[in-house]
């Protein structure tokens, strides 16, 4: 015959459970407050499509693995976050798209992304139809013929002479002002320097960072970057017109200029100190 239980027992047992609920509910309560208190930076934070072409090395590469890396990719990943280890909500979360550097304008005037980086240099011309962040890199245009060509030493030699360059570039844009200049456009830096090496033109007119670094780590051998900078250029964060993330892009490159992060990721990528950076284009 069952025991029969002690009513001091199921009143006790009752009491427990109440305990119980109410201090689940406690917990939930403190839970929702401090989530409101200190939102999720996933939740919060917009999401930027991003345009980058991963053929601009060391701005943008792109592994075996299909990863991106690079200077300008470091640069947007901590723009998004620009006080790394400080509890904040983030400006914006970065979903890069791979795009061909001479349809980047395009997709955001028809604002297919939100923004755009790959070494892209503030123009006026560029700026009647897209807008732009204040300067995040010092950059210039040099002359880059084979090792053993030495007729070409700077922009007068040019003349009359194979120019390669990228379509859509400011590249582009230069080697028309060159008298006499058969120029070939190409899709991307390892399809010009090929035709260098090939002998297929004379020189290539080009970003002088992106091919001082590819000399330098082995990836251009028989190549040589001759005279001094043919242009001074800064390139920026380019964006649709009237874009509502502008703000919070350029206050987040002030930032990491102020508290360090630029100059690590500069020092990272071109193992120099980097140059000053004006607050706007002009």
Request: proline letters at 6%; hydrophobic letters at 40%.
């Amino acid at each position: 015959m069952p025991h029969a239980q002690c009513p001091t027992t199921t009143v006790k047992l009752i009491n427990y459970k109440w305990q119980q609920l109410i201090f689940s509910l406690g917990c939930m309560l403190l839970i929702i407050a401090c989530n409101n208190l200190y939102p999720s930076t996933n939740q919060d934070a917009k999401l930027l499509k991003v345009a980058t072409d991963p053929t601009f090395i060391p701005f943008e590469i792109q592994t075996a693995s299909g990863k991106l890396e690079g200077f300008d990719i470091d640069l947007m990943r901590a723009l998004a976050q620009p006080n790394p280890g400080i509890a904040q909500v983030a400006l914006f979360t970065v979903k890069f798209e791979n795009l061909p550097f001479d349809g980047m304008i395009s997709a955001l005037q028809a604002k297919r992304v939100d923004a755009a980086i790959s070494g892209i240099t503030i123009t006026a011309e560029r700026l009647k139809t897209i807008a732009f962040s204040r300067p995040y890199f010092k950059a210039g245009l040099a002359i880059a013929v084979r090792q053993d060509n030495q007729n070409i030493k700077d922009f007068n030699s040019l003349q009359g002479k194979k120019i390669a360059v990228q379509i859509g570039s400011t590249g582009a844009d230069f080697a028309k002002t060159i008298p006499n200049a058969k120029i070939s456009t190409f899709n991307s830096g390892p399809e010009f320097f090929q035709d260098l090496l090939n002998g297929n033109v004379d020189a290539v007119v080009s970003d002088a960072f992106a091919t001082l670094y590819a000399i330098k780590n082995g990836k251009l051998k028989g190549i040589k970057v001759v005279a001094d900078l043919l242009t001074e250029e800064y390139y920026g964060i380019a964006t649709p017109k009237d874009s509502p993330h502008l703000d919070a892009i350029n206050k987040a490159i002030a930032t990491l200029l102020s508290n360090g992060t630029y100059k690590q990721i500069y020092q990272k990528w071109f193992n120099a100190e980097p140059p000053e950076l004006p607050e706007s284009w002009k």
